[in-house]
Structures are given as structure tokens and as C-alpha cells.
């Protein structure tokens, strides 16, 4: 069974808040499932933003039934699969694909020192093209459009591999030490290393950290031993070092009070 067909069975027997967040260049629904403990903190997750790590999806569908067995705190909202039409690509086609049916990488698609980062191409390929300008997708669009209408405390991007955490751009003072305590906590429950970005730009988190002033994760997943496309069998290895990082970070921002002024 491909990741789309795992992927819509899911959503047809989730039975709490779910929907779409748009959809993609080729016209797949993107779905995003919630789960609603207590008002805030809001946190959002997203994976297979590239291609070939679509084994961040399956993560995410166990994380949200994790999180809606066990989250006591906050509200997390789950985006398993943004970039459907090239997860297609890697299947069954090419499995170091990394972009979408555009042939661009989505994740230096975003405003944040765009086509700045030290491995950026200005054309059509399976990795690192950042488009023609930002947001020029419409799966970066839809996660843009969404993000900002629910209003995350805290973005987590699920990635693959290496198991380690990147956590700044160009934060300073207060919110760096904020930042750097929270992924802190991931690294605790994870075990992963937590790792400066160095010279990306473009990506989700780095949008979310410059342009919306809130703490955001990308974490790596999987042993960087594995090969890309991590197999499907590996997912709950993955899932039992991730499963407590969502229940964690809401926790702590709940007790701390540190979400945003509403």
C-alpha cells in the first residue's frame, strides 16, 4: 500500500477534528488531523515536506494517536504528508526525489533569506531548486495559509535522517535561550543530538523563527546509517524515541505559561 492510500484510510477513520490544509500542484488533499486537550498551547507538526522522507508520514500518524491517548495539554495539529505528488515520484520512480511535481524543494521554498542557503539551485531538478519565487507552490502556499490561521506556539518539522535537532536562525537574546531550552527537551526525550542549521535558508522553520517570532524544530529522524527511502518497517522504532516530544512540549509551555499573547 502507497503512503496515499495509508494516508486517506487514515483520515477516514479519524473521528476527531481533521480537514485540509489545500492542496498540491498535481490536486491530492492535503489533510491535517487535530487534537484538542486544552485550548493552548497550539503545536504544529508537519513531514514528507521532502519527497523521499516519507516515512515522517507514518510518524505522524502514530504521534497523533500517541498524543490524542496521552497529550494532556494544548492543542496539536498534524500535517502527515505535504508533498504528496513527489512522496509518488520516490515510490515508484526515483527514491532520492526530494522535490515536489515541480520539480521544486519546498523546503528553501519560504521567505526566510530566500536563495541564500549554501546548497540553493535556481533550476528544475530533485532537490534544493527554490523556485521562482517564495511560496511560488501551492503546497507551500497551503502550509503557509494554514499555519497562520491556527496560530502554533511551536512548529516541529519531521525530516530524515541523522536523529538530530536544528533549532535556530538568527534568533537573539531572550528568544534564543527559549529556544535553545525547548529543543533542549526534544533532545531529552529523543536522544538526538541538537545541531546549529549553519548555512540553510528557505525552509519552513526558518519562515516560522524570522517572520513569526516562535520557536521551531526541524528533527531529523531515523539512523544515519539507514538509506534513503527509510523503510516503512522502521517507523516504530522512530515512533517510540518521538513519541514524547509532543506531550513534553506542550506540558512545559502550559507550566511555564510561554505561549503567545492572544
Known amino acids: 500500500m502507497d503512503l496515499s492510500s495509508s494516508l486517506y484510510g487514515?483520515?477516514?477513520g479519524w473521528k476527531k477534528d481533521k480537514g485540509f490544509i489545500g492542496t498540491t500542484q498535481k490536486g491530492a488533499l492535503i489533510p491535517f488531523f487535530a487534537v484538542r486537550k486544552t485550548e493552548y498551547p497550539v503545536i504544529l507538526a508537519q513531514g514528507a515536506i521532502h519527497a523521499r522522507e516519507y516515512i515522517?508520514?507514518?510518524l505522524l500518524m502514530l504521534l497523533a494517536r500517541h498524543f490524542d491517548a496521552f497529550g494532556r495539554f494544548g492543542t496539536a495539529y498534524f500535517i502527515p504528508a505535504v508533498n504528496l505528488d513527489g512522496v509518488k515520484i520516490a515510490e515508484r520512480f526515483d527514491?532520492?526525489?526530494?522535490?515536489?511535481?515541480?520539480?521544486?524543494d519546498l523546503n528553501v521554498n519560504f521567505p526566510a533569506?530566500?536563495?541564500s542557503g549554501a546548497k540553493n539551485v535556481t533550476f528544475r531538478g530533485k532537490e534544493n531548486y527554490i523556485?521562482?519565487?517564495?511560496?511560488?507552490?501551492?503546497?507551500?502556499?497551503?502550509?503557509r495559509d494554514f499555519t497562520l490561521s491556527v496560530r502554533p506556539d511551536v512548529t516541529l518539522s519531521y525530516h530524515s535522517k541523522g536523529e538530530e535537532i536544528y533549532w535556530d536562525f538568527h534568533q537573539t537574546g531572550k528568544r534564543r535561550e527559549k529556544d535553545l531550552?525547548?529543543?533542549g527537551i526534544i533532545a531529552d526525550k529523543t536522544g538526538y543530538k541538537i545541531r546549529p542549521s549553519g548555512l540553510s535558508s528557505g525552509g519552513y522553520k526558518d519562515w516560522c523563527i524570522e517572520s513569526l517570532s516562535i520557536p521551531a524544530?526541524?528533527?531529523e529522524v531515523g539512523d544515519?546509517?539507514?538509506s534513503h527511502p527509510i523503510e516503512r518497517k522502521e517507523v516504530y522504532s522512530v515512533f517510540l524515541k518521538n513519541r514524547e516530544v509532543i506531550p513534553a512540549v506542550t506540558e512545559y509551555l502550559w507550566t511555564q505559561n510561554l505561549w503567545n499573547s492572544r
Open 113 to 115: 533569506r530566500f536563495g
Open 224 to 226: 544515519d546509517g539507514l
Open 217 to 219: 524544530f526541524t528533527i
Open 56 to 58: 515522517t508520514a507514518y
Open 131 to 143: 523556485g521562482k519565487r517564495p511560496f511560488s507552490e501551492r503546497e507551500t502556499e497551503a502550509l
Open 10 to 12: 487514515f483520515y477516514d
Open 181 to 183: 531550552k525547548l529543543a
Open 95 to 104: 527514491g532520492s526525489y526530494k522535490a515536489n511535481a515541480n520539480g521544486v
